[in-house]
């Protein structure tokens, strides 16, 4: 279970998402002088404290999931260092079906690209549109990847 868990789309995802929320608070945070206010006065970041404990408290969590499963599974660990491994090459089926999903990524980034990048002309010029727009983008794949594999390894 845990091994499903930790090679999941679903976890891709997830940490996809900390990591683009976190990027748009710190450029708010950033742009609104409050980064620099609250460290010259000492004054803390609420909203952003909680976010970074949050994070914090994922990556604690991964990282004591990961152990789990390679003491458990001693040959088929998994890198801490390497980020999250969802792609699993053990047989040649398991090769397909990487195959097939990572086709079906690149078909949805070739028609993906182009449709954001006329999308981000007619929107006004603001960092918030782009970074939704890269995040939805970056979520189409992990749902693109996910089903593709769900959908292969039922056969």
Known sequence: MVSRILRSPLTSATM????LISIYLLKKNWDSGQFIKAVETGEPLTGLNI?????????????????????????????IWLGLSEIREVDEGQQWITFKACRNVYIY????????????????????????LFGLLGLGQYVVYGLTRWKYSRI
């Open 16 to 19: 996809f998402l900390m990591a």
């Open 51 to 79: 976010f970074a404990l949050f994070c914090a408290a994922i990556i604690i969590l991964w990282v004591l999931l990961v152990i789990i499963h390679n003491r458990k599974h001693p040959k088929e660990r998994i890198n």
């Open 109 to 132: 980034y070739s028609m993906g690209l182009p449709t954001a990048a006329i999308v981000l002309i007619f929107l006004p010029a603001d960092y918030a549109y782009s970074l939704i």
